[in-house]
């Protein structure tokens, strides 16, 4: 039988004893008082030898591991005289719990069952007996009874005053809860739960870096959730760990686990058990949503994580949903008569690529939706959008070329090619299945009418998707489509917004300012966070004014390092930090520039094997090694890049400045966590801006400490707003803008844009359109409101748990005034259980009280406007008409409209505002 883990531990004695943590003995639940170290001592001893005789000479051995004192002998005797007082008399009743006299020392008689540590034994012999007869589940279920036990290390108040940290019983102790951990971490990854086991395997991974196979569970658990790069940071990690303490590789074992990775081994993806039923798996209450990494990320877009434990069910319908998403469209070819083309060979090659494709679509949040032969569709935003899927589409066209030209040479006479494209489609996928989800629009159909124009080791993209991106891609006119662009690598520096000013971020200018006078004690790192929109990366460029105003002797070098690398777009950014840092002028001759490159290296390397190392290697950014000739790929530019950093950081002071560090790789946030833990007396220093889903990858940065200082931006006042408003219109040079137009569309502006600053762009710049020789935007339900606005919107919709999503729509069918009855009659719920829901809702401040009814019902309104009106535009039509009749035929409350849905008034305020500019 199971046990239950969340009831109390019962035993059937009067005493009970817990070592399993502190020492406790309890009567009756109650704890009985263990006075002086010397009598704690002794019975924790005791305990671990229960039933067996333990001569004094030992005890006194395991009391004091230095010098004995000459009492030591009386002084345990004392301790066990008090301990027979706190036990209470012999009376001789089976079970009860005695300390004898038993030559040549003492035996503690007492039940096993009476001491903690027997239950953990117990509960884990059962785990395993449940485990060889194929019950996954419940063989968990048992490893995790038995772990719940533990309330820290064992007798750990025993070993914070240093007495027992050598006792072998308490190190079998501890080695036994690490291996039931990775027997419950097996079952569980087993169980596909690795979402839910990811956090704990990383904290315990850190604190035993040579437990090899907790390591590969991680690596596992992580190459499940897409964080390919990040598993492969773990197995490095551990080598070098290996390497430097013990002089050894890591085993066998875990050395298959990376090659299955870099492989991408079909074996390392979870295949539910047999008899096993798909249904959605809901984190633990008090846990956050899985992490996002919306630039650039290294995150899988999967299913939920299945949970063959929980009772069957039937399994759900697919949920259509309108939705923006983006299409990359991938085709391999070899031309006709070469010797690539055989049939064998091309499928061996094509079976190598379409793992690419997998682990390249997987780490930056796509999905594999179909292959046919050597193409493939990949889908972004189809399960969850995070606000810039046709970035990550093109990052992942990117990362696969770059893949294919350095895995295939050109006598392989492989070619690549690619079309992206961003719209809207009606998507359907069922929550908690990992299969590809059904996608129906013409944003599939064009790029697969486009490809066959686009040449070989080409990326086209439409305007709607290079309008989402050219902030940071470069781009150039297709040759043979005009309405289609090719990408041309990314930018050095990403554009920014037209010299807006920076409002109410005081604070977070103030930590910049100190990052530059703090001596070697201060601040190393300064972490910008904040919401999509809220304007960190002005803050970057905030820092550079400053830093470009510091003086000769105390102006840092600037190194402006990407997050993610791709391809060798990084080796260009290198260059010109690279060049700025050696001296090196934009028009020295090479020999002069080599020159100055190997004096710097020279004079900061930690030896001559080091000094060479580093010029072989940043060498080749700066363009003087032909492509054929180069020995080092960009990881190793980038490494060599970073060691030199830190060591010119010893002569002067230099900052690393990156922009979305949440979608770093996990060596640049190892690099940033070394300065953050144990910062040295180097003038190393980071600044960087993230969202906030960056503290479920590092949760000690949340809090600020001696080395970093975190800085957490909030919302624009309505008085900022309103200036930054004023400021768009007038960098548009709109002088001909009516005052009393300008100052209605500020206010309406003002009213939706919740205190975003991107909200505020996009709206005025959409509004402007209106009012000038631009197209006017598409008429529709949601035209008013900004694609980019949406996107953010739509992100912050899907980040919810599925259960909140689908309440959040339904509520947004009713429009303003949600009651409470209303949607229960809609989901066809009890209210009990939408109150809650709606209670979840307005302590994560996406809805807040409304005025309530005549009748005294509460009700709820969006404290966002404009997510209502997302949510309710994300639902098919049909399937809005049959809500809509659906809240018209409820009779519960008559005063519930059932025509046409009202509108939020900052919207049609809005409308009003855009309606008379036009005219």
Request: with cysteine; net charge neutral; charged share 25%.
């Amino acid at each position: 039988m199971t046990p239950d883990r969340t009831a109390p531990v019962r035993y059937p004695h009067e005493l009970r004893f817990n070592v399993l943590g502190p020492l406790e003995v309890l009567r009756h639940d109650e704890p009985l008082p263990l006075h002086g170290l010397n009598q704690r001592a002794v019975l924790g001893y005791l305990l671990l030898r229960h039933n067996q005789v333990t001569a004094t000479s030992r005890l006194v051995s395991a009391l004091w591991d230095g010098p004995t004192p000459s009492s030591a002998r009386k002084m345990v005797q004392n301790a066990v005289w008090q301990l027979r007082s706190l036990l209470g008399a012999d009376t001789g009743h089976p079970g009860t719990p005695v300390l004898r006299s038993r030559a040549p020392g003492y035996v503690l008689e007492v039940e096993p069952g009476a001491i903690d540590l027997h239950h953990f034994q117990e509960l884990v012999a059962a785990g395993r007996a449940r485990m060889r007869e194929g019950a996954v589940a419940a063989a968990s279920q048992c490893w995790r009874a038995a772990l719940d036990l533990w309330r820290g290390p064992a007798l750990s108040d025993l070993a914070e005053a240093g007495v027992g940290l050598a006792w072998p019983e308490l190190t079998a102790a501890g080695t036994a809860r690490l291996d039931v951990l990775e027997e419950h971490f097996d079952a569980e990854l087993a169980l596909g739960r690795h979402l839910v086991v990811l956090p704990e395997l990383q904290e315990l991974s850190r604190a035993h870096p040579r437990r090899e196979r907790l390591a590969g569970q991680l690596m596992l658990a992580l190459h499940r959730n897409g964080r390919q790069s990040d598993a492969l940071g773990v197995y490095r990690s551990v080598r070098a760990h290996l390497a430097e303490e013990l002089g050894l590789d890591p085993g066998r074992d875990l050395q298959s686990v990376q090659q299955a990775i870099l492989t991408d081994d079909p074996a390392l993806e979870y295949t539910p058990l047999p008899g096993a039923v798909r249904v959605p798996c809901t984190p633990p209450a008090g846990t956050a949503p899985p992490q996002e990494r919306p630039a650039r990320p290294d995150q899988v877009d999967r299913a939920e994580p299945v949970d063959p434990s929980a009772p069957a069910g039937e399994a759900e319908d697919p949920v259509p949903e309108r939705r923006e998403v983006t299409v990359a469209l991938i085709n391999a070819s070899v031309p006709a008569g070469h010797p690539g083309g055989d049939p064998e060979q091309l499928d061996a090659v094509m079976t190598a690529l379409h793992g690419i494709v997998r682990s390249e679509a997987q780490r930056f949040g796509g999905t594999v939706a179909a292959r046919i032969g050597s193409s493939w569709l990949v889908v972004f935003g189809a399960r969850r959008i995070r606000s810039n899927e046709a970035m990550r589409a093109v990052l992942m066209a990117l990362a696969v070329r770059h893949r294919v030209r350095s895995g295939w040479t050109a006598a392989d006479g492989l070619g690549l090619r690619a079309a992206i494209d961003t719209g809207e489609a009606l998507v359907r996928f069922a929550p908690g299945t990992p299969g590809p989800p059904t996608v129906t629009g013409a944003t599939l159909d064009r790029p697969l009418s486009l490809l066959p124009l686009v040449p070989r080791d080409e990326i086209w993209v439409s305007e709607s998707a290079r309008e989402q991106t050219d902030n940071w891609i470069d781009y150039r006119r297709a040759s043979v489509h005009s309405a289609y662009w090719t990408v041309a690598g990314l930018r050095s520096n990403g554009v920014r917004d037209e010299g807006f000013p920076v409002l109410e971020r005081a604070e977070a200018v103030a930590r910049l300012g100190e990052l530059l006078d703090a001596g070697p004690a201060g601040p190393r790192v300064v972490l910008v966070v904040g919401e999509a929109g809220l304007g960190k990366s002005a803050m970057i460029d905030e820092f550079e004014r400053l830093a470009a105003r510091s003086g000769p002797g105390a102006r840092p070098l600037l190194a402006h390092i990407v997050p993610c690398a791709v391809d060798d777009s990084p080796l260009r950014f290198v260059a010109e930090d690279l060049s700025a840092g050696c001296g090196i002028r934009s028009d020295d001759p090479p020999e002069t520039a080599r020159t100055l490159l190997w004096e710097t290296v020279g004079r900061v390397a930690a030896d001559p094997a080091e000094a060479r190392w580093l010029f072989e290697r940043l060498v080749v950014p700066l363009g003087y090694v032909p492509d054929h000739e180069r020995s080092a790929g960009p990881e190793e530019v980038t490494a060599a890049w970073h060691t030199l950093l830190e060591r010119l950081a010893v002569e002067r002071p230099v900052v690393m400045v990156v922009d979305d560090l949440h979608s770093a790789d996990e060596a640049l946030l190892d690099t940033v966590d070394r300065l953050v833990s144990a910062p040295d007396r180097s003038r190393l220093m980071v600044v960087a801006t993230a969202r906030p889903e960056l503290f479920a990858r590092r949760p000690g940065w949340r809090s600020a400490s001696g080395a970093l200082r975190t800085v957490e931006l909030a919302p624009l006042s309505d008085a900022a707003v309103a200036r930054l408003a004023r400021a768009v219109v007038a960098a548009r040079r709109r002088e001909d803008l009516p005052p009393e137009r300008l100052c209605e569309l500020v206010e309406s502006v003002t009213a939706l844009a919740d205190g975003n600053p991107l909200f505020v762009t996009e709206f005025v710049r959409l509004a402007l359109r209106r009012f000038g020789p631009e197209p006017a935007p598409r008429p529709g339900s949601l035209g008013e409101v900004p694609a980019a606005v949406r996107r953010v919107l739509s992100a912050r919709l899907d980040a919810l748990p599925a259960d909140l999503k689908a309440v959040l729509q339904d509520a947004a069918v009713l429009g303003d005034g949600i009651r409470p009855d209303a949607v229960a009659a809609l989901r066809r719920e009890r209210p009990d259980d939408v109150n809650g829901a709606l209670d979840t809702l307005t302590r994560l401040g996406i809805l807040g009280p409304a005025p309530a009814d005549a009748d005294g019902t509460s009700r709820f309104a969006f404290r966002q406007p404009l997510l209502g009106e997302v949510a309710y535009a994300r639902i098919p039509q049909g399937r809005r008409i049959a809500k809509r009749a659906a809240v018209a035929g409820w009779t519960g409350h008559p005063r519930v409209p059932g025509g046409p849905r009202p509108v939020a008034p900052e919207l049609l305020r809005l409308r009003a505002a855009l309606r008379r500019l036009g005219s």
